[in-house]
């Protein structure tokens, strides 16, 4: 069940997979009032920029952390990206996307 709940979770295996690497990158080409989802991974490898804080992220632009899970049992890995705006002290998320076929591993590992 979890594994079909559960981002973090092997499907597979139906094990918890552990995180093995975690961003925050700034999406320049989202800026407020103009946030549209995309699901094509090649969209993100050429539209995120890394960042070292939040604090380096411009006004009005929106941001992703991206979590990348491997199984320790199969290997499996699985990309999660949560898209958000960071505003003040809060953040508006617009939901998450996962990427199943190691599209975005490269692009992490940069």
Not at 67 to 88: E, I, K, N, S, W
Request: aromatic share 10%; net charge negative; glycine share 6%.
């Amino acid at each position: 069940m979890l594994a079909r709940l559960q981002d973090n979770w092997c499907r597979d295996c139906k094990r918890e997979m552990e995180e093995a690497r975690r961003r925050l990158l700034a999406l320049p080409s989202q800026t407020v009032g103009h946030y549209v989802e995309h699901t094509d991974p090649g969209y993100y490898t050429e539209e995120l920029c890394a960042v070292g804080g939040k604090s380096d992220i411009p006004p009005g632009m929106y941001a992703c952390e991206a979590v990348q899970y491997r199984c320790p049992q199969c290997g499996r890995r699985v990309t999660v990206l949560d898209p958000f705006l960071p505003v003040r002290e809060e953040e508006t998320h617009e939901g998450t996307l996962v990427f199943e076929d190691r599209a975005l591993d490269d692009f992490l590992w940069r």
